[in-house]
């Protein structure tokens, strides 16, 4: 039984592009929450994905944005990067209907430059 | 919205030692309590977790309180050992048909030493 996966483990970007970041749930799990760890901190929530929609929204800026699939994997797409954005991106994935546990993928480290 | 506080920030304790980590949470509507684990450069692991109907839970050697009126909840770890020696968080949310958004506090670096 695969857990949460993500790709790619790691990724250099110059500041003003923009990063897609993928992850695929655990097995049996349907909702996808995305989190912003900088070094040295807690996660940060950013998003969270059900049925294909943004259940809910942290703190963070229009720049970040996400989309789910049909097969429940997930995206973050981060445009005009800026040098604070590096961070380990965190996915977790859940089963809203039975379980409030969530489990996390093993991150995407970012480096903008 | 939601705000969680942790402390302390560092711990340091001998091998077989009891270890104790607190968390005051702000919002009064959450109901649920996750403790996570984080090795270096690894992925935060759920170690255990509590929601609002409890005010105890054990697993082996870790255990959480949590006391709903001062909006405060506590990890303890028993005998502990050098594996324990991680990061680790506290996190709240308030779980509802709408998603559940965890806060999580700024994390305790725990130090078992030999």
């Known amino acids: 039984d695969a857990g949460v996966t993500q790709s790619p483990t790691h990724l250099i970007k110059t500041r003003g592009q923009q990063v897609t970041l993928r992850c695929s749930p655990k097995?049996?799990?349907?909702?996808v929450s995305w989190y912003q760890q900088a070094l040295g901190q807690g996660p940060q929530f950013i998003f969270q994905?059900?049925?294909?929609?943004?259940?809910q929204r942290g703190n963070f800026p229009d720049r970040f944005s996400g989309h789910q699939f049909p097969n429940y994997s997930s995206e973050l797409n981060v445009n005009a990067l800026l040098l604070g954005d590096s961070a380990l991106y965190l996915c977790?994935?859940?089963?809203?209907?039975?379980?409030?546990?969530?489990?996390f993928g093993p991150g995407t480290r970012l480096t903008v430059t | 919205g939601e705000n969680v506080e942790q402390h302390p920030s560092t711990l340091s304790v001998q091998e077989g030692d009891s270890a104790v980590i607190k968390c005051t949470y702000s919002?009064?509507?959450?109901?649920?309590f996750p403790w996570y684990k984080q090795e270096l450069g690894k992925r935060p692991q759920l170690i255990i977790d509590?929601?609002?109907?409890?005010g105890e839970k054990k697993d082996q050697r870790i255990a959480v309180t949590l006391n709903k009126t001062a909006k405060h909840f506590s990890l303890h770890i028993t005998e502990t050992q050098p594996e324990d020696s991680a990061v680790y968080f506290c996190a709240a949310s308030r779980v509802t048909g709408g998603g559940n958004k965890l806060t999580f506090g700024t994390g305790t670096q725990l130090k078992v030493e030999l």
């Open positions: 919002d009064s509507a959450s109901n649920y």
């Open positions: 097995s049996g799990h349907d909702t």
């Open positions: 977790a994935s859940s089963y809203r209907g039975l379980s409030y546990e969530q489990y």
């Open positions: 509590i929601r609002s109907n409890v």
């Open positions: 994905y059900y049925e294909e929609e943004e259940r």
